[in-house]
């Protein structure tokens, strides 16, 4: 998908531009109950049929994978679909065998869902609840036989000198969103030991791509795997651009045209949300914004600080923060704090479970959370925006204010009677969770 998601692609700083080099370059072809190469979506979305032209993928030294446009190919959860999001860092773990079979940790079994789309099918680790149609398929490469996981150089085809990997990286979590015109650059570690991997003379090098640097915000993580597994910090610094929603290219709903499954929009306000000029959209139509950092927090653990994670969880005693940063251009706009709500059958890539009375509160918070943001040093309530009783198929006007340019924003979502939510914040038709519309 374009997300995270990130997602993904969760969740912090700004978006991780993955460079080519040192990388080995091959395409994919499934076989076994369903048979055919491996297209891509204009969003990243790996595809068997529909008609999609043959898309490219890379492998590192590390096992991890990026497609032709350098977009970061990930894991969702929880449908653990296999796609490529802008802004992503590639999940780890890849390798190809000497017979050109793909394994991912290890497992060289995936499953093949239906789309409804075209006849086109998306690509899974796992079959779930969530999809249908599912056939049991093994992936295979056209090059790049013997690349394994974890090794710490690649040699480059027409060379007998490895090209020395790196051993460490700045990654940044993500959360299922779309580009942004800023990246982050990448910092190799200190160097480890060379291994050369051998590869086939059909073994495309890849060249290096160039990146736009960017600060950090409050905290990057080490390289995302489990969602909620914390890094290193980073100094807080300034926040990349507004993202853009896909174009035309980008696929809606089955039988719309790129739309999106229509929601009741629920604009009511508390007393006390400030204006300024009208709200923006309730929906992803224009510039929006989508969080960098998801923290969820636990009364029941209140020195634990959970770290980065992909969902937003709603609980009796777990509320969820998230991290906004607004670039420099949004400068003199409009800003809406929007909560989308779709039903369950209008998901792609999402999913989420609820109960209860749907009763949640929303607020700013004083500061920005960080990764080591705990129930007990979460940052003060700056401004309640008061309760709300959502439900499936609806979206939420929170809050509309002057854009705080250049600023790096937190606002905190709870339970205010018996709601149980837990959701993966993901843009794709239907886009779920808590962004900001910029207008």
């Known amino acids: 998908m374009k997300n995270f998601a990130t997602v993904a692609a969760l969740a912090a700083g700004a978006n991780a531009f993955v460079g080519r080099s040192n990388n080995c370059c091959f395409h994919l072809t499934a076989s076994g109950g369903e048979s055919g190469t491996v297209g891509q979506l204009d969003d990243g979305q790996n595809r068997i049929h529909g008609g999609l032209q043959e898309a490219e993928f890379c492998i590192d030294s590390k096992g991890a994978l990026t497609d032709g446009n350098g977009r970061g190919c990930i894991i969702t959860g929880p449908t653990t679909q296999f796609q490529c999001d802008e802004g992503?860092?590639?999940?780890?773990?890849?390798?190809i065998n000497s017979q050109g079979q793909v394994s991912y940790n290890g497992d060289a079994d995936f499953v093949a869902c239906a789309t409804g789309q075209n006849g086109g099918l998306n690509i899974y680790t796992t079959e779930s609840s969530d999809v249908t149609e599912c056939k049991n398929i093994k992936l295979s490469a056209d090059s790049c036989s013997s690349s394994a996981s974890g090794s710490s150089s690649v040699a480059v085809p027409g060379s007998s000198t490895p090209v020395p990997g790196p051993t460490s990286s700045a990654s940044v979590p993500y959360v299922p969103g779309p580009s942004s015109s800023a990246s982050v650059p990448y910092v190799p570690g200190s160097s480890g030991s060379v291994v050369t991997l051998q590869t086939t003379v059909t073994s495309t090098y890849c060249p290096e791509s160039s990146t736009v640097p960017v600060i950090p915000v409050p905290s990057v993580p080490g390289t995302p795997g489990t969602?909620?597994?914390?890094?290193?910090?980073?100094?807080p610094g300034a926040p990349g651009t507004s993202g853009v929603p896909g174009t035309s290219g980008t696929p809606g709903v089955p039988g719309t045209s790129g739309?999106?499954?229509?929601?009741?929009?629920?604009?009511?306000?508390?007393?006390?949300?400030?204006?300024?000029?009208?709200?923006?959209?309730?929906?992803?139509?224009?510039?929006?914004?989508?969080?960098?950092?998801?923290?969820?927090i636990d009364s029941s653990s209140p020195d634990t600080a959970a770290g980065t994670s992909y969902n937003g969880t709603i609980s009796s005693t777990v509320s969820t923060i998230f991290n906004f940063d607004i670039p420099y251009s949004d400068a003199g706009k409009t800003c809406s704090l929007v909560f989308l709500f779709p039903k369950k059958e209008d998901l792609e890539t999402s999913s989420y479970s609820f109960s209860g009375d749907g009763k949640v509160d929303f607020a700013s918070l004083q500061s920005a959370a960080t990764q080591s943001t705990t129930y007990n040093n979460a940052p003060a309530v700056k401004e309640d925006y008061g309760d709300f009783t959502i439900s499936p198929g609806n979206s939420y006007l929170v809050s509309t204010f002057d854009c705080p340019a250049g600023q790096a924003v937190s606002y905190e979502m709870k339970n205010s009677g018996s709601t149980e939510l837990d959701f993966f914040e993901d843009y794709n038709p239907s886009p779920l969770g808590l962004y900001i519309t910029v207008c």
Not at 227 to 235: E, F, K, L, N, R
Not at 270 to 276: C, H, N, R
């Open 88 to 95: 992503a860092t590639p999940m780890t773990g890849w390798s």
């Open 227 to 235: 969602p909620g597994v914390p890094g290193t910090s980073a100094t």
């Open 259 to 296: 739309g999106q499954p229509s929601q009741t929009v629920t604009s009511a306000q508390p007393s006390g949300t400030s204006t300024a000029g009208g709200s923006c959209p309730t929906d992803l139509s224009g510039e929006y914004e989508y969080p960098h950092l998801i923290i969820p």
